[in-house]
């Protein structure tokens, strides 16, 4: 592969310091952007609640940031996208075994082959926009926070629960981790989802590391 200008993911690039920074102390008290993103109406009380005590906690490190409208269309054009891309890639296995792919995957595929070419391009020609958006953002800001489920985590194995909280970053191709610092009324982990702009991964796992030491300290 060699590099393609109008191809950004083949750009050059060091190796970034990911554990050397990520150990590192902050030059400052990290500022996190509370994001409730598209998805917050799905997230359970319980959900809410607790995110709500953690903004409180932070007090001047995290501000309360609403998302522009433009994010409202992310999840369904992450839709569009890996639909349309799981029926071109996985139509040689439709060909040869449909009857042993699942149900759940079939419609997906189903789906992808009704998608209209200018549809495809423009969800993808959406990402940039709201990337950059992001970025901007992080000017002012290490992270965002925001859940990364919409409960606590499922019990047992059948499932690993809806993941639209994670969708609009999946789409935009920004970093993103998950810290299980609270717990749900099961005894079951309750994520706190941060995320940053594109390629600024080590300064996404430094305000993690940050994050995580400011909440044992209480």
Known sequence: MAYDPSDPDTRLGAAPRLAKIC????PAEPRL?????????????ATQAAFGELHEFLGKACDEVALPPEFDA????????????????LA???????DKISDVLRGM???GKTVRAVDYNASVDRIAPLA?????????YDAIVTP???????????????????????YLGVPALTLPLMEGENAMPVGIQLVGPRGDDAR???????????????
């Open 132 to 140: 950059d958006w992001i970025e901007s953002l992080c000017d002012d």
């Open 204 to 218: 996404l796992l430094r305000t993690a590391n940050w994050l995580v030491q400011r909440l044992a300290e209480e």
């Open 74 to 89: 992310a999840i369904g054009d992450h839709r569009t996208i890996m639909h349309a891309d799981l029926a071109r890639f």
């Open 33 to 45: 952007a509370f994001v409730k993103s598209p998805a917050w109406d799905k997230a359970d009380a």
């Open 148 to 170: 990364a489920a919409c409960g606590e985590a499922p019990l047992g194995l059948d499932a690993t629960g809806d993941p639209v909280f994670c969708t609009t970053w999946t």
């Open 109 to 111: 595929i189903d789906d």
């Open 23 to 26: 150990l590192s102390e902050p």
């Open 92 to 98: 040689g296995y439709m060909d040869r075994g449909e």
